[in-house]
């Protein structure tokens, strides 16, 4: 069973880069495809996006300008950075394995706030 | 952007039927998968392409959809049912959620 764990800064200031990593465990990362989700209490739950081991990865529109995503298969690591951030940006990230249409397994979730 | 609507909430007692409805335009002609939350907790799968369950999830958990209606069931419901629950299809290349329905088990 693969497990998923998020890392990275839970304090970000605003207008500035926030970055996360997924550790994936338990599985080889060049298996699967994987995602990035939030969850404020704002927006509830929002896809991010989602990368393929191509490298290849589909943004949601709303976030395309500032979101990149990178997997490191020699590591086992997916990553996830997202620009300027804002107030706004104030989450709970997940990052979870995907199937083509559905969110197959998830992360524990990593509080980020956005604060200066 | 595509719209995915449930009710903000559900109650129902202790052995009883709870039936959790999410609404699309023709979402019959998408595929919905379901998750449920728990307080402090990462979503967890339930329901996958409308009607399947992962495995080891209890058969009491099942999905159906009817015109512009996709539902989730949950049968005999327990305590531990007690959660948030999430629809959520494939539109446009992106993941598209619901708002969310709290279960509440009186």
């Known amino acids: 069973q693969v497990q998923l764990q998020e890392s990275g800064p839970g304090l970000v200031k605003p207008s500035e880069t926030l970055s996360l990593a997924c550790n994936v465990s338990g599985g080889s990362i060049s298996r699967y495809h994987w995602s990035w989700i939030r969850q404020s209490a704002a927006k509830g739950l929002e896809w991010i996006g989602r990368?393929?081991?191509?490298?290849?990865?589909d943004y949601n529109p709303s976030l395309r300008s500032r979101v990149s995503m990178s997997v490191d298969t020699s590591k086992n690591q997916f990553f996830l950075k997202l620009i300027s951030v804002t107030a706004a940006d104030t989450a709970v990230y997940y990052c979870?394995?995907?199937?083509?249409?559905?969110?197959?397994?998830w992360g524990q979730g990593t509080q980020v706030t956005v604060s200066s | 952007s595509y719209l995915l609507t449930q009710p903000p909430s559900v109650s129902v007692a202790p052995g009883e039927t709870a039936r959790i409805t999410c609404g699309g335009n023709?979402?019959?002609?998408?595929?919905v998968h379901w998750y449920q939350q728990k307080p402090g907790q990462a979503p967890v799968l339930v329901i996958y392409y409308d009607t399947d369950r992962p495995s080891g999830f209890p058969e009491r958990f099942s999905g159906s959809k009817s015109g512009n209606t996709a539902t989730l069931t949950i049968s005999r419901v327990e305590a531990g049912d007690e959660a948030d629950y999430y629809c959520q299809v494939w539109d446009t290349n992106s993941v598209v959620f619901g708002g969310g329905t709290k279960l509440t088990v009186l």
């Open positions: 990368i393929y081991v191509s490298g290849r990865a």
């Open positions: 979870a394995r995907s199937d083509l249409e559905y969110l197959q397994q």
């Open positions: 023709n979402i019959g002609s998408k595929s």
